[in-house]
């Protein structure tokens, strides 16, 4: 990610981890996540979030999460509802503008049961969708929508 002057918060931190609000204050209280406090709020700059995610103690607790959201999909029984998960992975768009993008439009959203998780560890930024058909197909679609321009 590059430093700009771009900040996340603690629930865009959790919505782009998977990590509970609760964990990320445990990290916060240990040194391993760095923020500041602006207004009472924590923020985070996409160099700390970066600096957290690529951490060996909070790596492996990410990618379990990424994995066990898609594992979980694939072995329930989506006979009750319509649901999708999507893996979008984006190499030519910048990490910022894509997490900014995703974060914004669910935090802004009326979504319900929908699971995203972020990485942008590496040369592409991977996301992962899971939740109502519809949901995922707008939130994708208006990605790309939103990239075209």
């Not at 600096?51 to 492996?60: A, E, T």
């Not at 990424?66 to 594992?71: E, Q, T």
């Not at 939740?131 to 939130?139: C, M, R």
Request: glycine share 8%; net charge negative; hydrophobic share 35%.
């Amino acid at each position: 990610m590059k430093n700009t002057d771009k900040t996340y918060s603690i629930a865009n931190l959790s919505l782009m981890t998977g990590l509970t609000d609760r964990t990320l204050r445990n990290y916060l209280a240990n040194g391993i996540l760095q923020g500041e406090k602006v207004d009472g709020a924590w923020q985070f700059t996409d160099v700390q979030i970066e600096q957290f995610i690529c951490h060996p103690s909070v790596r492996p607790s990410i990618l379990a999460k990424n994995n066990s959201l898609i594992y979980d999909f694939l072995i329930e029984d989506h006979t009750k509802n319509s649901e999708m998960c999507v893996i979008l992975d984006v190499p030519e768009q910048e990490k910022e503008e894509v997490s900014t993008y995703f974060c914004d439009t669910i935090s802004g959203g009326d979504y319900h049961n929908l699971r995203f998780t972020f990485d942008g560890v590496g040369g592409s930024s991977r996301v992962i969708l899971r939740g109502n058909t519809d949901d995922v197909l707008e939130l994708v679609n208006g990605f790309r929508s939103h990239t075209a321009k």
